[in-house]
Every structure is written in C-alpha cells, then in structure tokens.
C-alpha cells in the first residue's frame, strides 16, 4: 500500500525568506501526487498536482513542487514566504486507478511564518 | 466554485449520545463524497465513500454501524457518530467529488471537531 511521509512536523520560516517542505511517498510505480493547503477553519484547497509529463509544477499562491523519482520526493517550495503562507500543508498520493477515490495524505507540515 | 460546507464546524456531546454531522456541496452535485477522521498531528485517514443513493463502502476498520454515512442526495451526506465516546473525538472531514466526467478533483470542507465528554 501507498504511504506518505512529511517529516518535519513544523517549519518556521521568515517572511520574505523561501520555503521548502519535503514529502516522500512509497509506491511501487509512480502516482499521481498533491500538495493541499489548510488554513483554520477552511476546507482543505488544492495548490498543485502531478501527474506526468515536466516534473516541476507550478500552482497556486506562487508554489511549485519537483518531482523526483530517484528519490520518492515531491517537495514544495516558494521562493518568498508571505505572512499569509502560514498553515498546515498536506502531501498526499493516489494510484492511477484509485484517482478520485482514494487520497492518502501525510502527517502535514505546519507552517510558521515570523516577521 | 466548488464550496463545500460542513455543520456544525464544532460539537460537544456526552458519552452514549448520537451526533450527527452535515456535509454540504454548495454550488455543484457531488455523485460521490468522502468522509475523513484526522487525529491530532495525523494525517486523514479515508473512513467511507459515499455514492448518491446507494451504501457507503467502509475503509477496512472502520465500524460502519457506529459511523452511519447517508448520502440521499447530490448535494448532502450525514455522518451519524452513533453511541459516541471519548475515542471518537476527533477532527472529521468531507469531502465531494462532481461526476467524474467533468475531473476527479475532491474538493474538502472545513472540517467538523468532535468532542465527546
């Protein structure tokens, strides 16, 4: 079975500064891959996801994730960090065949952003 | 687009009491819906997958006579905590799926706390 893993449990950044989160997934072929976004008291929001083809993304709010298969990675990064970044980012995966009906997500990553 | 809403967002109950939880696709028909539990610095753990108008299909453990999923139209699905306790408070999340021919993109609501005293 497919797994996740987000191994920093919090992050704090400086605004202005850039931004990496890590995730690695387990899977035996290559899945489609996420990065969500949960600020309190909102439903999770989609930033980016990947399913073939260029191995960088680009999505929403200025972030982008590379995909490297070497090494089971899909991290996000931004370049400047902006006060409002600050929430819990999520990493999830889903087979080719359970697209749509199956997410598995990681521990999430929460985000602080200092002045 | 794409609004999901959950009510209520937070809820108090004491052991042995049913609570029932509302979750809402507010500008688009969701033919399928998903039920999430997130425990504290967990991830979100599938529970259910609800298709309009028929059963729920459980995630392996999850105990579906305690966790009871309706989803009776396009636009609603309930999940009924039945006889809760303590260890069923949690963080649950939906999320809605529109038919599938038009993406396969699940788009979340806000999430509901559950406290059971």
């Known amino acids: 079975a497919q797994s996740v893993t987000q191994p920093d449990i919090h992050i704090t950044v400086s605004e202005g500064a850039s931004l990496e989160l890590r995730c690695n997934y387990s899977?035996?072929?290559?899945?489609?891959l996420f990065w969500y976004v949960q600020s309190p008291g909102q439903g999770l929001q989609l930033l980016l996801k990947?399913?073939?083809?260029?191995?960088l993304v680009q999505g929403i709010k200025g972030f982008e994730a590379e995909f490297k298969r070497s090494q089971s990675s899909f991290n996000l990064r931004k370049p400047s960090v902006h006060w409002s970044d600050a929430a819990e980012y999520f990493c999830?995966?889903?087979?080719?065949?359970?697209?749509?009906?199956?997410?598995?997500f990681g521990a999430g990553t929460i985000l602080r952003v200092k002045s | 687009g794409a609004v999901v809403s959950q009510h209520p967002s937070r809820v108090i109950c004491k052991s042995g009491t049913s609570v029932k939880i509302e979750c809402r696709s507010l500008?688009?028909?969701?033919?399928?819906m998903f039920w999430y539990r997130q425990f504290p610095k967990q991830s979100l753990m599938l529970m259910a997958t609800?298709?309009?108008?028929?059963?729920?299909?459980?995630e392996q453990g999850v105990e579906k006579d305690k966790f009871l999923i309706n989803h009776a139209s396009l636009t609603l699905s309930t999940l009924t905590v039945t006889s809760a306790h303590p260890e069923d408070s949690s963080f649950y999340i939906c999320?809605?799926?529109?038919?599938?021919?038009?993406?396969?993109?699940?788009?979340f609501g806000p999430g509901t706390r559950l406290t059971v005293l």
């Open positions: 999830a995966v889903a087979t080719p065949e359970e697209y749509g009906n199956k997410l598995v």
């Open positions: 899977y035996g072929a290559t899945p489609y």
């Open positions: 999320s809605a799926r529109p038919d599938p021919t038009s993406g396969n993109e699940q788009f």
């Open positions: 990947y399913f073939s083809g260029d191995t």
């Open positions: 609800s298709n309009e108008g028929s059963k729920a299909t459980y």
């Open positions: 500008d688009f028909q969701a033919t399928t």
